[in-house]
C-alpha cells in the first residue's frame, strides 16, 4: 500500500471512517479522506486519499463515476434504519412473484427521485441526519434526482432477492430497497449489500486493511 488515491476493501462492522483511522496508523502525519461513504453493516470497495495532493483530487477523480453493488433484499419486513440494524417490523405477508418483482424493478430504472434514509450522513443543518435521528429529533429530507443504470436479478427465494446495481453517484441501496418493497407493498430492507466497483477501482484491486 503507498500513497496516492487507491482502494481499500472496508469489512462489514466497522465504519468508514474507522479505515481512516486504521490507515492513519500506516501513515501517520498524512492527510487521508475518503471519496463515498459505506454504511457500517456494508463492505465492499471504499475509494480514500492517501497524502495532501490525493486527497485534493479525490473529488475530481470521482466525479460522475458509476458504482456496482450486489445487495440482498428482505422481503415481508420493515426497517426503521433500512437495513438489518432496525429496530424490524412486520410488514405484509405477500409473497410477490419473481415476473411481479421483475415488473416492479423496471420503476427504478433511469433517472428518479430518491430520498435518501432518515439514518444517513445527510446534514441537516449542519448535523448529520443520522444523529439528529438517534437524538429523538424528527427529519425531513427532500427527494435527490439519482440514476440507476441497470437492475439485475440474480435470485429469488421469498422473502429474500439478490440484485446486482449499476447506479451513479448519490444512489442509496437502502432507500432503493425501502422503495421497492413499497410498490411491491410488502416492505423490504437490505439484509447485505457490498460494494464491488466504483468507476475503475474493482473488489479484486482492492487492498486488505
Do not use: N, W
Not at 7 to 30: C, H, M, N, W
Not at 54 to 72: D, F, H, P, W
Not at 113 to 134: D, E, F, I, N
Amino acid at each position: 500500500m503507498k500513497k496516492g488515491i487507491i482502494a481499500v476493501y472496508k469489512p462489514k462492522g466497522i465504519s468508514s471512517y474507522d479505515v481512516i483511522r486504521k490507515l492513519k496508523q500506516t501513515f501517520p502525519g498524512e492527510k487521508i479522506g475518503h471519496g463515498g461513504t459505506l454504511d457500517p453493516l456494508a463492505e465492499g470497495v471504499l475509494v480514500v486519499g492517501i497524502g495532501q495532493d490525493a486527497t485534493r483530487q479525490l473529488g475530481e477523480v470521482l466525479k460522475g463515476t458509476q458504482k456496482e453493488y450486489e445487495v440482498i433484499i428482505k422481503l415481508g419486513e420493515i426497517s426503521e434504519t433500512d437495513d438489518s440494524e432496525g429496530p424490524i417490523h412486520t410488514g405484509s405477508d405477500i409473497k410477490p412473484s419473481l415476473s411481479r418483482v421483475t415488473d416492479v424493478l423496471q420503476q427504478f430504472m433511469g433517472e428518479i427521485l430518491q430520498t435518501p434514509p432518515q439514518y444517513s450522513a445527510v446534514k441537516v443543518h449542519g448535523k448529520p441526519a443520522y444523529l439528529r435521528m438517534r437524538r429523538g429529533e424528527k427529519v425531513v429530507l427532500e427527494p435527490r434526482r439519482v440514476e440507476i443504470l441497470t437492475i439485475d436479478v440474480q435470485s429469488y427465494q421469498y422473502p429474500f432477492f439478490t440484485l446486482r446495481i449499476v447506479c451513479g453517484s448519490g444512489v442509496y441501496i437502502r432507500s432503493l430497497a425501502r422503495d421497492i418493497g413499497s410498490a411491491l407493498k410488502t416492505g423490504a430492507y437490505v439484509y447485505e449489500l457490498k460494494r464491488t466497483r466504483v468507476g475503475d477501482f474493482t473488489e479484486e484491486g482492492s487492498s486488505i486493511i
